[in-house]
């Protein structure tokens, strides 16, 4: 069942939002039952006294959580550049990573440096842009900043509704409908997919469009279809963004706020859909510890698997992370 695996990274520059988002990637995955928070020092993935402490993540932590029929292993990285290596370590065995931008900040530089990593290790992506609820948060500005600075070709599948103090919500263009989020619903779990707000549809309407033909750069049908005037299914342009996504020519980019739990389920729902699953990636080359000879994975002779050692400390023990594979044979990870 490796076609249900997921294994992730969060990277980003320090505080835009990258523990925030994988706790609530664990509450709402139902894995944790209790938001906790980074001022708090209370995030299942911030361990460490100094993390808590100082309110910034120092050592990569693996976490996993079930998402319908999915399992999805997640590294959350560090986002401070005295910690590139532990970014650099984790980058070389995932399979797909969520980048986060904060939409007041935008592109920084470390945001460029774990951009450019991930590049180096031709990592598929999901950008997500975190804090839309901030004062001075502008969507658009840090998409600019994505083409301008990462080089990135945007496939646009959220946009806000408001910014700042008048965020309300998000606008999800595949489905395209207003993601309306349960005020009532103490959990803060439930929502439902209602009409577009007749003050955005115009505007939606035109990212619709815009997300169409960027999909279209995967598919020769979709793109047919599009200058034909025919309408495209959701499966089409679902099978058109994944295609595209684990290909590198374009970045789903999706947006909410962490803190307010804005846009977390839908981002699992990308990450599913558009992220590869370890047989979605190149074939793996190692070489056998003894006659240090080539040696190369095959689903069918599972004997090799990328595999990430987190690192031990006093508050927790040493883990292993690993594609899937029985790991007879450890490649592209550093084992610590």
Sequence with gaps: MLDKLRNIGIIAHVDAGKTTTTERLLYYSGTKHELGTVDEGTTATDTDILERQKGITINSAAVSIDWGRNKINIIDTPGHVDFTAEVERSLRVLDGAVGVFCAVGGVEVQSETVWFQSNKYKVPRIAYINKLDR???????????????????????????????????????????????????????????????????????????????TA????????????????????????????????????????????????????????????????????????????????????????????WLSRPSATRTASWFTSGFTPAYFIKGIPC
């Design 135 to 213: 004062l001075g948060a502008d969507f658009k500005n840090c998409v600019s900043q994505m083409v301008e600075k990462l080089q990135v070709v945007p496939a646009i599948c959220a946009i806000p509704v408001g910014e700042s103090s008048e965020f309300k919500g998000i606008i999800d263009l595949i489905e395209n409908k207003f993601v309306l989020k349960d005020d009532t619903d103490k959990t803060n779990r439930k929502y439902s997919l209602v009409e577009i707000p007749e003050s955005h549809k115009e505007e939606a309407a035109k990212y619709r469009t815009s997300l169409l033909e």
């Design 216 to 307: 279209s750069l995967a598919d020769d049908v979709l793109a047919e279809k599009l200058v034909n005037g025919q309408d495209v299914t959701k499966t089409e342009l679902m099978n058109a963004l994944r295609k595209g996504t684990i290909e590198g020519k374009f970045t789903p980019i999706y947006c909410g706020s962490s803190k307010t739990s804005h846009g977390i389920q839908i981002l699992l729902d990308a990450v599913v859909s558009f992220l590869p699953s370890p047989i979605d990636r190149p074939q793996l080359k190692g070489l056998t510890p003894r006659r240090k000879r080539n040696r190369f994975g095959n689903p069918m002779q599972p004997n090799l698997s990328p595999a």
